[in-house]
């Protein structure tokens, strides 16, 4: 069974730049999350899809983050334009139905914004 | 979701066992107790959860105090590739994308 699939896997912009990312989860999971991590921190939840829908994006900083999940599959996480505090990885993670015991976590994208 | 404290940094001896704990003094009666490890460069990786009785897998064993307000993720042989940072996480069943990580324990297996 494929894993979390992420691209790319690492990316360095320059501050006001846009940048994107790319979620492909495990197959017939409905539910798809996306985190950031900062350095030596925990993940925290920025945005939960269920299927192709947004339940809580509570902490998506709305301003200059956006995320869609077209079709209910892949995913994709914008910002712009990029701060350098926005410096992070950023990983998705899919389970079959929110409230499963395990998500599965892709990788992650190291952002380096300079 | 109830707050974990965990201690920053623990050392292991190689097959030996490797005792983590995790306070959860405020966890409410339906919030599930969850372990989650992140190795060095990669996602985290779910290991373990438990409501209140004790539950052992293939990875690792959780122990879980009568109260509820503490556990311990047990890895019975440790090996230098269980060297990674391990989440106690607190959460409701249903709320998987309210689970808060916080810092984890940094568990390092020493030859």
């Known amino acids: 069974e494929a894993g979390v699939v992420q691209s790319p896997r690492y990316k360095i912009i320059e501050k006001k730049q846009p940048v994107a990312f790319w979620c492909n989860p495990i197959s017939g999971h409905n539910t798809l999350y996306w985190y950031r991590q900062n350095l030596g921190q925990g993940p925290e939840l920025l945005i939960r899809?269920?299927?192709?829908?947004?339940?809580?994006d509570s902490q998506l900083p709305k301003d200059r983050f956006s995320a869609e999940r077209l079709k209910g599959v892949d995913s994709t996480l914008k910002i712009q334009p990029a701060e350098l505090g926005d410096s992070a990885v950023y990983l998705c993670?899919?389970?079959?139905?929110?409230?499963?015991?395990?998500?599965?976590f892709g990788p992650g994208t190291r952002l380096t914004v300079t | 979701d109830a707050k974990t404290t965990q201690p920053p940094s623990m050392d292991c001896a190689e097959g030996r066992a490797a005792n983590l704990p995790c306070n959860h003094s405020?966890?409410?009666?339906?919030?599930?107790v969850y372990w989650y490890r992140q190795i060095h460069s990669q996602g985290p990786q779910y290991i373990i959860h438990?409501?209140?009785n004790n539950e052992t897998n293939e990875m690792a064993s959780l122990i879980i105090t009568e109260d509820r307000k503490s556990s311990t993720l047990i890895l019975p042989h440790a090996t230098l590739r269980d060297t990674a940072v391990y989440y106690c996480i607190v959460r409701v069943y249903t709320n998987a994308g309210k689970s808060t990580f916080g810092d984890g324990t940094t568990l390092t297996v020493k030859p």
């Open positions: 405020t966890i409410s009666g339906n919030e599930y």
């Open positions: 993670a899919s389970s079959l139905v929110t409230g499963a015991d395990e998500q599965y």
């Open positions: 438990g409501l209140k």
């Open positions: 899809y269920e299927n192709e829908e947004a339940v809580d």
